[in-house]
Every structure is written in C-alpha cells, then in structure tokens.
C-alpha cells in the first residue's frame, strides 16, 4: 500500500470514551492506523477514564440509526464495526439496517464490561445483533456471559465459539486466553477451530483491546482483506500496541494502549 488514492470507508456503531482508550475513540485511532476513513454512530455518552466508568448516557436508538443513515446516504461504506449498543432501542435500529444489507461485513464485538468491570451492555441486546454479524469477536468474559458457562482455558474457549456460532454468526473468535507464554484466540469459522498465538505482552496498559481488536478487522475487511488475514492484522496491530504502551504512564488505573506505532506496508 502505497498511501495513494481515495481510503476506503469503515464506520463505528459505538459508545464514546471520554477517557480517550476504548469505544469510538480507540476505533477511529485504529482506522486512521490502519489507513481506513473512519465514520462513526454514536450509540452512548461514558464519562470513564483509566480507573472506571463513572457513568453512562445512552442515545435514543432514533439519534443512532440517524447518524447510520446520514452517513449511508452519502459514503459507500465498505465494513462496519459496532460495539456497545447501549439499549433496545440503538439495537433494534441496528438489526434493521443489518437486515436491509446497509451495514456490509459486520464485525460485532459485544461489548457487556468496561476493562474496570463496571456493566456497559445486556446481553438480549447484543443477542439481537449477532445473527447479523460476520464475525463476532467476545472475550472470555463476554463468551462465558453468552454462553451462560464460565470459559476459561483454550478448549471452553472452542467450546463457546462453537456454541456462539450456533446463534447465526458466521464467524466467531473469543479473544483473552493465555497459555504456554502466548495470547491465544480462538476462531470457530465453518464449524472449524483454529488457534491463533502470539506472544504474551505483560502490561497494565490494556484499556480498549477489544475495541481496537475488532476495529482493526473491519479495517483490513475494508481494504478487501479475507477474514484470516484481517485478523492476522488485527492481532499484530494489538500486540504491537501493547508493547508500545508497556511503560506508559497516562492516567493511575489501566491505561490505554500504543495506537500510533504503526507503519502500514
């Protein structure tokens, strides 16, 4: 990629961090990373920062599908990535669209717990979505919340990625797991598991792994990516990250990671 010529076009149907490290904020950092134009649907307002959210102002879902479609009516949107819903509402506005085919290559990441623990989703909300998604990317928190089973290790990870899938996405990586030194994710595609490794980066500069994980797919999915090689980016842009932010200091709590350091080939 030589830099030349128009950027494709990827939205963010998500909540909005005030603390700068996840939700919108970190996707739209990751698609300018990743040379992707990013647009984005704002589905709720979060004062949080790297101790905790301190609270929550969810959008009437109407607002939501508004900013959807003013973005659809004039920019050809070639993936989208949605995160915290925020409401029945906002999910409903959302599924619509899906089913209408205006939100292609849909990566869902079902956003239920802030990195601090505090509660940003319900799960019939995300539930409505995911029979929409092309990928579906939990972490283990978030697996074993849909599951209604407490997922752990890499085999109750396969496990709720299978059992995910069943629910009507086509693909499904729950995200999170360590073993034998490694970051291990785990991908249910076609009934099919795969492991995918990398090595463990020790830090608590984790804020907004997840966001800028699925953002980062829908990024490369943008650029005409098949799907094991936009999460094979996606993967390298994470860990990258960590490693960036390993010995920063911004803010007292987990902070966020390294969304700069990132030169596209």
């Known amino acids: 990629m030589n830099g030349v010529g128009t950027p494709p076009v990827a939205m963010t149907i998500a909540g909005s961090d005030s603390g700068g490290g996840a939700g919108i904020q970190a996707d739209l950092k990751t698609f300018a ?27 009437p879902g109407a607002v939501v599908g508004a900013q959807i479609d003013a973005v659809h009516d004039d920019m050809q949107v070639a993936a989208v990535k949605v995160g915290m819903l925020g409401g029945d509402g906002v999910a409903a506005e959302v599924a619509a669209r899906a089913r209408d ?35 579906v990317t939990p972490n283990r928190d978030e ?20 059992e995910i ?17 490694h970051a291990v994710d785990v991908l249910c595609s076609g009934g099919e598991i795969r492991f ?19 953002a980062a797919v829908a990024a490369r999915l943008a650029h005409g990516d098949d799907l094991a090689a936009a999460l094979a980016v996606a993967k390298k842009y994470v860990a990258t990250g960590l490693r960036g932010a390993r010995d920063w200091k911004v803010g007292a709590g987990r902070g966020p990671i390294d969304h700069f350091g990132w030169s596209v080939s």
């Open 33 to 59: 990373a990743l040379r992707v134009f990013g647009t984005s649907a704002i589905t709720a307002i979060t004062a949080q920062n790297t101790r905790g959210v301190l609270d929550v102002h969810p959008l």
């Open 196 to 214: 995918l490794r990398s090595p463990w980066v020790r830090t608590d500069n984790d804020h907004g792994t997840g966001c800028t994980f699925s």
């Open 101 to 135: 085919g205006l939100l292609p290559q849909l990566v869902l990441d079902p956003v239920l717990y802030a990195t601090s623990g505090h509660r940003l989703g319900a799960l019939a909300v995300v539930e409505r979505v995911l029979p929409f998604a092309l990928l």
């Open 143 to 162: 697996a074993s919340a849909l599951v209604g089973a407490p997922v752990r290790g890499p085999d109750e990870m396969a496990a709720a990625a299978r």
């Open 165 to 181: 899938a069943s629910g009507g996405a086509r693909h499904v990586v729950v995200t999170g797991g360590e073993a034998d030194g």
